[in-house]
């Protein structure tokens, strides 16, 4: 297995537009890569000396743009599961617009070594958070020489006992790697480039060290007589991909997008309507988005990411275009999906900021489809669905959620995520939740599994949670549990009334297999010790109609002694957040405000 880099050298021709060729770089071409197991990470950066460009060179020869993606083994960049990827059949319409109007230059290395500070040096993908305006990117250099013939022993003393040691004791140096070029796809008459990235915290150019170390006897002989060309460019990093789309800031300009697979959809705010002709337009065996029909305020981008064992958690990044803007993860209860939020989402971006200020992903929680993982050997837990969200937040390249709102099961997950992962959370905001699985939770859920398995329903098409003809939850379950989720008086009257028929259907549609896996996260967890322990500061709140739990929630807020606060919904059940959706928005905006 040689572990070796795929280096690409972009240049937009005249034509493209700027945020087009960065929301499919970013949105698109990265995040495919990223989730092969074989690509450990990815990284853009643009060239520093622009404004340098030597005289008749055109951009074509002078690229402001260099990608490099870390390989663990080179020949899996010759197997299907990457072949198929550059293949027409597979590529969407709008890569091969985009890569149609771009000059690339694509090389494979061999890794050969690296020298490495030991004190400083800490790997780029390690940085979850991108640096801010007044903080110093990462520079790499980029050395690409090829050696004259019989030279090349003589070469490589030179590098390994003189340069890369020299070099190694300048202030800000980082790291540098040395690579060749690959045996994949070589042939007897490809010339044979080495190739060193060096990374620096700082720039060294013009210091006294770097100019020692350009001007040694050794050097100048080298350059002399053992290099027959020569190549040298400075960059610094741009952008880390991850395994999944995130990047909303191209998007002011950016034309609307939907993979062949119907899985990712990147869809502008001012595109809004485009969005939805261009969903229309997506391949008949797409599933359908699990927000159909929902009011689009912001930026938005729809898609997956996979956890480590295996499971699709479906997505929607919506709001801020700011990659620093805090993050709100939201958290659904069982049997729902993300649309739970949607009337509390439009209040909270209509209010003043809150657009430019916040990000927010949703997410379908595992136990809303049949993909569950191996749910059959390791039963869902509550800890399970907490890594969900940690996942999450690592896809998402993101350190620190700001908030972690949840309800019912998802606010016991949210809850024991901010308990369990402190530094990966701000603040945690729990609604209609227990602290512990009652006792009775087996029997209750077990009953109500076989209610739902007796129905026998199967789903329809166009259902994100369930394939055509596969088991559902069905319609018993559903109108029995959504007319227990909400206020009696709400239940029959509008707007509620619309609201309980659209969750219901939302319940019946949930996969049986799903549903049946989830539910063991409800069978047994306990968090009051770990709350007692905590000084993390959150809310419980609550609907004021959800039978118990107003004062079974008081209680969890007690329980954290004073650190929290408790708030409650009036007229309300067990969905604060759908029956009254503006009180609950002005309860989550004034708690962040403090936070």
Not at 272 to 298: E, F, K, N, R, V
Not at 410 to 431: E, Q, S
Not at 529 to 556: C, H, I, Q, R, W
């Amino acid at each position: 297995m040689a572990p070796g880099l795929l280096w690409v050298a972009m240049q937009p021709r005249e034509g493209l537009p700027t945020e087009e060729f960065h929301d499919w770089y970013n949105n698109e071409h990265g995040p495919t890569r990223l989730r092969l197991p074989f690509v450990t990470n990815g990284f853009r950066f643009r060239a520093t000396d622009l404004d340098t460009k030597p005289d008749g060179k055109t951009p074509e020869e002078w690229p402001e743009w260099l990608a490099v993606y870390d390989i663990t083994d080179m020949s899996e960049l010759q197997s299907e599961a990457y072949l198929r990827l550059r293949t027409d059949e597979v590529k969407s319409q709008r890569e091969k617009d985009v890569m149609s109007k771009i000059m690339v230059d694509r090389r494979l290395f061999d890794f050969v070594e690296e020298v490495k500070s030991e004190e400083n040096f800490v790997p780029l993908e390690n940085f979850l958070d991108a640096p801010k305006e007044n903080e110093q990117p990462r520079l790499m250099n980029c050395v690409i020489q090829t050696i004259q013939p019989g030279q090349e022993e003589e070469f490589h003393k030179w590098y390994r006992e003189e340069h890369m040691p020299m070099m190694s004791k300048i202030p800000g140096f980082l790291r540098i790697r040395r690579f060749k070029t690959s045996s994949i796809g070589a042939t007897p008459s490809t010339p044979t480039q080495w190739v060193s990235l060096i990374e620096w915290a700082k720039s060294a150019a013009g210091t006294p060290d770097h100019a020692a170390l350009n001007s040694t006897p050794w050097r100048m002989k080298a350059q002399k007589e053992y290099v027959a060309e020569k190549s040298y460019r400075q960059y610094r990093h741009y952008y880390t991909f991850g395994p999944a789309p995130r990047d909303l800031q191209p998007l002011d300009n950016a034309k609307p997008f939907v993979s062949p697979d119907g899985l990712t959809k990147v869809m502008p705010h001012n595109a809004a309507s485009d969005a939805a002709s261009a969903s229309a337009s997506a391949p008949a065996a797409a599933p359908a988005s699990a927000l159909a029909g929902t009011i689009q305020h912001t930026h938005a981008v729809e898609s997956y990411i996979t956890t480590a064992d295996g499971v699709d958690l479906h997505f929607r990044l919506e709001g801020s275009g700011d990659q620093h803007a805090p993050l709100i993860v939201l958290s659904n209860c069982i049997l729902a999906d993300y649309s739970i939020w949607d009337g509390f989402l439009e209040r909270f971006f209509a209010r003043d900021g809150n657009k430019a200020k916040y990000r927010v992903v949703r997410y379908l929680t595992r136990g809303r489809t049949s993909n569950v993982g191996g749910a059959q050997s390791q039963p869902i837990t509550v800890d399970t669905l907490s890594s969900d969200i940690i996942t999450i937040l690592d896809a998402l390249r993101v350190k620190k959620a700001a908030a972690v709102i949840g309800v019912s099961l998802g606010g016991a997950t949210v809850l024991n995520t901010a308990l369990k992962f402190p530094n990966r959370t701000h603040t945690f905001i729990a609604c209609d939740t227990n602290p512990l699985a009652p006792a009775s939770n087996p029997k209750a859920w077990e009953e109500r599994i076989a209610l739902a398995k007796s129905e026998n329903a199967v789903s329809g098409p166009n259902n994100l949670a369930a394939a055509e003809g596969e088991p559902i939850v069905g319609r018993q379950l559903a109108d029995i549990t959504v007319k227990r989720w909400f206020v009696p008086a709400n239940y029959e009257t509008s707007p509620n009334k619309e609201r309980a028929q659209k969750i219901t259907e939302m319940v019946a549609n949930n996969s049986m297999v799903g549903f049946e896996a989830g539910a063991k996260a409800l069978y047994a967890y306990d968090l009051r010790d770990s709350m007692k322990a905590s000084d993390k500061y959150g809310a419980f709140v609550v609907g004021s109609g959800d039978g118990v739990l107003p004062k079974t929630m008081k209680e969890m807020a007690e329980l954290m002694g004073g650190k929290t606060e408790y708030l409650v919904v009036d007229n309300a059940g067990h969905l604060p957040m759908v029956e009254q959706p503006a009180a609950f928005e002005e309860i989550v905006s004034k708690f962040l405000s403090k936070a």
